[in-house]
């Protein structure tokens, strides 16, 4: 019997505009607010929901953790291994 696979994460990637925006993220509760979110983005990229009215290239979709009030704006790569984080709000 072969042994129980995980399936793999995406992985996370920054647009320059979310760099930024993360650079001002200063407190520990920030941080671990936005780590949450983008635990949950790696493990189900499809997890937001999409925006509407954008019909030209990656769709961008919305995550909104209402918990601990951060929305992220993101795309997903063709091949759903790499989540692009487009905005943060935290």
Not at 13 to 25: L, R, V, W, Y
Request: proline letters at 8%.
């Amino acid at each position: 019997m072969p042994p129980h696979q995980r399936p793999r994460r995406a992985r996370i990637a920054f647009s320059d505009t979310a760099a930024k925006q993360m650079e001002n993220i200063t407190t520990e509760a920030e941080v671990h607010a936005l780590d949450r979110v983008l635990v949950v983005l790696s493990v189900d990229p499809e997890a937001g929901a999409p925006l509407p009215g954008i019909t030209t290239g990656p769709q961008l979709r919305e995550y909104t953790d209402d918990v601990d009030q951060v929305r992220v704006l993101y795309f997903v790569t063709v091949l759903r291994t790499v989540v692009v984080v487009a905005y943060i709000e935290v």
